[in-house]
Every structure is written in structure tokens, then in C-alpha cells.
């Protein structure tokens, strides 16, 4: 598994003053928003969202979100995260859903969002794609800003002999499981 947001190309809805979207992947974890190291969407941006470009597509197993930790952390709330095979500011962006933050996320606090989701066969899939995108599915108010102080994106890789992995990227560890480093009974 690795890091594979760091640094990235990342895209927002909108910005407020100058806490850019790239603040989000600046590998600081600074969560005193007037630091200078978190990222705001603008007030009055009803459909807020951000999203970082990886480059090339990737299995993702895990993306976890930093709250800020001086004041209004309040605002990370019903956020949804999905994994994208084409940019989100196209018409119709295709991907898969990842995972939601329902409730309230304390200040200064890292909340992660699993993406491995069941089967039916009982194994793994994980969302693939080349673009994560983090949104506020429902707003309060007008200043219930998307505010992201780091967020990291961890992709599991797999051999490329697809002796692990599906062209639809089922996990077949059962199989394989001898073969598999750290296999203890269960994924991590």
C-alpha cells in the first residue's frame, strides 16, 4: 500500500481567498486553518467539491480526511468520497462510490473512509479509478464550507500476473493466500 495523493493536481468548485485546493495534499498536517496549510471552498458554493488527479488509475483502499482543529469543524459533515475513472467536471463522470462521513468529525481529528466493499463471493472490491473526489452531499447554510486540512489517498497494488486481482478487482485471496504477504486469515 502507499500514499499516492501527495502532491498531486487537485481541482475545487471554488476557493476562498487563498487556501487552494492543492493545501489538501501538502503532506502538512497542520490543522490551524490560518496557518496557511488547509484547503476552503468559497461562501456561497452550494455544491462544494475538491478532487485530486493521481495520475493513473489505482486501486483504492483508503482515503482519510483531516479536520481542521481551531474552530467550525463542524463543517465535515455528510461528505461523500468517490473514486473516479474520468474527471468530475466532465458531463457524465463515471466511477464508484467509496464511502460517506456521516456524522460530525472533531476538530483537528483524521477520519478514514474505507473502500473495499463485499462481494458476492465474499472477497473484496476496490474502487478504481484515477480521480478521488470528496463533496458535501447536503448543506446548512451558505458558509457550510468544505474545508480539507489533508487528505490521503492509500492505493493497494497487487501483481500485475493478476495472480490477487480481477480485471474487475476482485480480491481472490482464498486461492492465493499463501502467496500473499502478510496474510494472517483477514485483510488488514
Not at 485546493?21 to 503532506?27: G, Q
Not at 474502487?127 to 474545508?147: I, N
Request: hydrophobic residues 30%; negative net charge; proline residues 5%.
Amino acid at each position: 500500500m502507499a500514499v499516492v495523493s501527495s502532491g498531486k493536481t487537485t481541482v475545487s468548485s471554488s476557493i476562498w481567498e487563498t487556501y487552494s485546493p492543492d493545501l489538501a495534499v501538502d503532506n502538512n498536517f497542520q490543522t490551524n486553518f490560518y496557518a496557511g496549510s488547509c484547503f476552503s471552498t468559497d461562501v456561497g458554493d452550494m455544491q462544494p467539491y475538491w478532487y485530486v488527479d493521481l495520475g493513473r488509475d489505482c486501486n483504492i483502499y483508503q482515503v482519510t480526511l483531516t479536520n481542521r482543529g481551531d474552530m467550525q469543524e463542524e463543517r465535515m459533515r455528510n461528505i461523500e468520497v468517490d473514486v473516479l475513472t474520468s474527471p468530475p467536471t466532465s458531463m457524465t463522470p463515471t466511477g464508484d462510490f467509496c464511502g460517506t462521513v456521516t456524522g460530525s468529525v472533531g476538530a483537528g481529528e483524521t477520519t478514514p473512509v474505507y473502500c473495499p466493499h463485499t462481494n458476492t463471493t465474499g472477497g473484496f472490491t476496490f474502487p478504481r479509478g484515477r480521480y478521488v473526489r470528496v463533496r458535501k452531499t447536503s448543506m446548512e447554510d451558505k458558509y457550510d464550507l468544505l474545508t480539507l486540512c489533508e487528505v490521503r489517498v492509500v492505493a493497494i497494488f497487487f501483481p500485475t500476473n493478476g495472480h490477487f486481482i480481477s480485471s474487475t478487482n476482485e480480491l481472490d485471496l482464498d486461492s492465493h493466500k499463501d502467496r500473499f504477504y502478510g496474510w494472517s486469515g483477514r485483510l488488514f
